[in-house]
């Protein structure tokens, strides 16, 4: 099976501007999760979708959003970016989304400038 | 109380060694532990995951130890090798309900020297 694929794999953008990133998860996993990764604060949960619903979502602003498709894949918005959101992003898929293995695709980076 | 604490932060290992990294957590409520191997550039890939009801899980030279009353869980890496070295989390999750969210620790940095 393929894994989890993620475009593109480096961003850089400016302050202001919004940036659009994506997720294709393992096929027939239908839970895609957003993981925000930094030097200072780690590893940090985004949100959670399954079948086209967002079901969790974690302590971001309101800049920060997604939404899935009917094929499972799964993009996050950052609107507004600012040059804290500099940042590796990773999503991670599974079958469920509960309590099992999540696997993580390569991550996007992202530099604002 | 949602944090998992994870040290130490950076370690260093001869080739053949043992390597421990430990773990805190104060959330009762967790329920689930995995630990995640991260290789540079690479995305986190789980190494190995554990449930409160047993105190140790084993796979290769991976090992889990879970205290359940310390509120403390840790990884040992037996017969470490050069090949082992990335960043390690330990992670944890509250409740099935609380779907697809991994709390991480701050990571650890393993170097194996050959």
């Known amino acids: 099976k393929a894994g989890v694929t993620q475009t593109p794999r480096y961003l850089i953008k400016t302050r202001g501007q919004q940036v659009t990133l994506s997720c294709s998860p393992i096929s027939g996993h239908r839970s895609v999760s957003w993981y925000q990764q930094t030097p200072g604060q780690g590893l940090q949960f985004l949100f959670e979708?399954?079948?086209?619903?967002?079901?969790n979502k974690g302590n971001f602003p309101g800049r920060f959003s997604g939404r899935q498709f009917s094929n499972s894949r799964s993009e996050m918005n950052v609107s507004t970016l600012e040059l804290g959101d500099s940042a590796l992003y990773l999503c991670a898929s599974s079958f469920s989304g509960s309590q099992e293995t999540q696997y993580f695709g390569p991550g996007t980076r992202l530099l604002v400038l | 109380q949602q944090q998992v604490k994870q040290s130490p932060q950076s370690l260093i290992v001869q080739k053949g060694g043992i390597s421990i990294i430990n773990c805190a957590y104060e959330n009762t409520a967790f329920d689930y532990f995995p630990w995640y191997q991260q290789f540079p550039g690479k995305g986190p890939a789980l190494l190995i995951a554990?449930?409160?009801?047993?105190s140790e899980k084993k796979e290769g030279r991976f090992t889990i130890s879970f205290n359940k009353s310390a509120k403390q869980f840790s990884l040992h890496i037996m017969d470490s090798q050069p090949g082992d070295s990335a960043t390690y989390f330990c992670?944890?999750?509250?409740?099935?309900?609380?779907?697809?969210?991994?709390?991480f620790g701050q990571g650890t940095t393993l170097q194996v020297k050959p």
């Open positions: 554990i449930r409160p009801d047993v």
């Open positions: 992670a944890a999750s509250d409740r099935p309900g609380n779907t697809g969210k991994l709390i």
């Open positions: 979708y399954f079948s086209e619903t967002q079901r």
